[in-house]
């Protein structure tokens, strides 16, 4: 079990287009370790801008997000994403010249481990997945819902200590994501993993522990959260 990190992210400010179009507004939360929430609110609201600026594939305008008390400012953004984030998205990105098993891979490249290691490791990954059958394919074989447990999988390849997940059931069915949102739920469970999935679907986000929303750029808990 890999464990959970607490985030605290207060009073941030995102704008994009020099300012005109302001997508975050003194938005503060607070996640404790191993906790699951979700986060909903309508569409621009700027809930994939927070989940990017708290994976620190952006930066905020004003605000600070800390994760285990570091201030993710003074943290290197490529070493934290390698080390301490696992990213889902609505749309897997796999790589579609690699199978399955080397798309896996990607993230432990360049951590130091071996390529046996690395293999041994994704085949481990797969096999928790359901895929045990498919590490050879390339996603344009594979089902949506196969690719989105392959990106799942990618996720976990450098156990993770904070899962985002940005409408990792948006593009599939509404069995598949069932089945895809389940398996978050139980990775989560045995690793102990703090996760922030956000969604716009209100039967997803009744999955979480703690169900927060989005509105006019505050954070708040969801009614009935």
Same mark, same amino acid.
């Not at 009073?11 to 997508?23: H, L, M, P, W």
């Given at each position: ?38 986060? #909903? ?36 953004? !490529?070493?934290?994403?390698?080390? #301490? ?54 996603? !344009? ?15 976990? !390849? ?17 069995? #598949? ?21 956000? #969604? ?26």
């Amino acid at each position: 079990m890999s464990g959970g990190v607490d985030v605290a992210v207060d009073g941030v400010g995102k704008a994009f287009e020099s300012g005109r179009i302001r997508a975050l507004v003194d938005a503060s939360l607070q996640l404790g370790p191993g906790e699951f929430a979700s986060l #909903t609110g309508p569409s621009g609201s700027g809930k994939s801008t927070l989940l990017n600026l708290i994976g620190a594939l952006d930066r905020p305008d004003t605000g600070t997000i800390s994760v285990d008390g570091a201030a993710l400012e003074t943290l290197d953004a !490529a070493e934290y994403r390698a080390a #301490t984030v696992g990213f889902v998205f609505q749309f897997h990105n796999l790589i579609p010249t690699l199978t399955a098993l080397e798309n896996v891979q990607v993230p432990m490249l360049g951590r130091g481990a071996g390529r046996a290691v690395r293999e041994e490791r994704a085949r481990s990954l797969l096999h928790e997945v359901g895929l045990e059958r498919r590490e050879r394919s390339f996603p !344009a074989t594979l089902s949506g819902g196969e690719r989105q447990r392959v990106a799942l999988a990618r996720a976990l !390849a450098n156990e993770p200590r904070l899962l985002l997940a940005d409408e990792p059931t948006g593009s599939l069915d509404s069995e #598949t994501g069932a089945q895809v949102l389940a398996l978050i739920e139980r990775v989560r469970a045995e690793r102990g993993m703090t996760v922030l999935l956000v #969604t716009n679907e209100a039967v997803v986000a009744r999955s979480a522990e703690r169900a927060l929303s989005l509105l006019d750029g505050h954070v708040q808990e969801a009614e009935g959260g």
